[in-house]
């Protein structure tokens, strides 16, 4: 069964539903984790819907709710050394996991060294096959939560993480420790996941930011102190007591988690709570608030496939996970190339290489404290400015810092490391990657919360799965890079890149609105969430399976359509949200059933001059077509500009090369129609040029 949801244009909650005629305990509060519309809890609404609801509608008494606004049940309610000991639960967890990620990164030589093997790729991808386990653990983990709450989800996957670190100390070969390393990866990308939810299960909005920036230390400051401690760790004990100590570590979170933690989802908790009742009363109608009656695996089908989609059709998840997934690469190959550049070009000792992940550390911390204290800040100087309520584009700005801090950092790294500049000037430029990273992080964290409401979770899984890709994927190429462009080149390249995403957050800032009102995706993601919203406050008694299907089965009256294409602009938001889910419920049927006015309706709603599907203004073509233009022009003068500085072309290869070339091609009967070992060839082999002194 699952849970009844929704959401107005303004916040909907997963944690803290409503009982009829009482308000809402927190009336701002969005869920992170809301993963369908039809399953997640809303616990907002306005006032005159809950007073309408009440005169209209009696109570049902087999709706199972809150004891009121004030009960001890509701997470919204506990009592704040209850609500600190849960969130330090979990920040010690989101601690631990990405702490994995990097520790043993310092012993990486010595773990090849001992299973005999020089392939650099393979070294790197070592490192970063944990991240790969973030790509895929939660688009599995967050719908199971959806489904069974947080709790037993942190307690499976911890016991899980403790024991694949064990089998990672005891790995036999290589192969077993890459195996090992993902599903460790899998199992502890669950605080990743639903971690963000559990937030916002606890606290309102207007008090998230510094909550965040708690939780946001794990994920920043873990891939950092890992290399520091394996540094020394690895050193004195060697490489395997890396992972002896993510267990123990685990261990005891794990412990910590099974006494003290308890569930925090309102679905769960709730259901939980119906099922005791029927247990007790007999009474097998009742059922939770937060239930619409669908089956789980519909529940699940529909949650697990929403994250993809965001990425695909959402422009602004897609580009803020780009931007992630760039960032979050940058990291992970600066983990990998530090090692090596430290100790061949400075002559640092393992422990000493640790130690030289300090500046990323320190940028992330200032970056932590800056983002802490100024994210909500920045909104209330905004909305005071622009006289305007709550935008969750008020949380970018910080995020132009981030622009500018990450491409100094890189060309600062790359360019002293090249020029064998004191070894301090290359760490000073990673604290500068590690500032603009953890601004980035914390800004495109709590823009998708707010943004997406109960479909925040998908958003922030969709990130996350993008995010962790670059971490696993881009180490494997940057060894290469390096090895070709060298130190001062490669990190412009990447610094490159970095400054032509820098304009994202503006755009977003100044536009980002309009993008979400606009974009077909989004403006279904909208329009769903306030056609549950008003099911759910005026038809309490009514399970919404029902309405549902009584909708599906029978023809939209004509007068409810009639002049649609006049009435339209001046119908109230929850009308045009109703009337929009009802056409779309006919449209999965037969097409032959549908009327011939339901079919002109949906194609208006669709595609008239207000629809998400809108005509562009005019103009639009030229402006995109002066814009790629533009942006090849700039492309051409930023290649120019890196040519200009570029070494000399090499020297033509030797005519003694191109004889031996020759010979081995003959020896390989190398294209033996036209080439060079066919009969009668009498051409000059395959010179590919001039040969040197010619």
Known sequence: MAPQSGSDDKECVSSASTVAGFQPHDQQRQPTDGKDVERDACAQSTSSIHENSESSTPRDPNIVDWDGPDDPANPMNWPMSQKAAAIAIVSAITFVSPLASSIFAPGIPQVMADFGSTNQE??????????????????LIA?????YGRAPLYQICNVLFVVFSVACAVAPNLGALVAFRLLAGLAGSCPMAIGPGTIADLVPREKRGKVMAAWVFGPLFGPVIGPIAGGYLTEAKGWRWSFWVLAIAGGAITIASLVFMRETYAYAILDRKAKKLRKETGNNDLRSALDDGRATKDIFKSAIVRPSKMLIFSPIVFLLSLYMFILYGYLYLIFTAMPGLFQSEYGFSTGQVGLSY????????????????????????LQSRDGSDFKPEYRLPLMVLAGVAVPIGLFLFGWTAKTRQHWILPIIGTSFLGFGMTLAFMAISTYLVDAFGVFAASAVAASTVLRSLGGAVLPLAGGKMFETLGLGWGSSLLAFIALAMSPVPVVFYRYGERVRERNLFDNMLRTQATSVLRKGALVRSVPAVASRAAST??????????????RWEGMPLQEQADLWMALRDRMKGSWADLTVQEKKAAYWIAFGPHGPRAADPPGTNARIAWGVALGLGASFAVFATIRSFAKPEPATMTKEYQEASNELLKQQKADPITGISSEGYSGKGQVQSPPKGN
């Open 143 to 147: 719908p199971l939560s959806e489904l």
């Open 553 to 566: 089965a029978h023809a939209i009256s004509n007068p409810t359509l009639a002049n649609i294409e006049k």
């Open 358 to 381: 300090l500046g990323l550390g320190a940028g992330s911390a200032f970056g932590l404290v800056l983002a802490g204290a100024a994210l909500d800040r920045v909104v209330q100087i």
């Open 122 to 139: 393979l070294a790197s991808f070592i490192v970063s096959v944990y991240v790969v386990g973030y790509c895929f653990g939660p688009l």
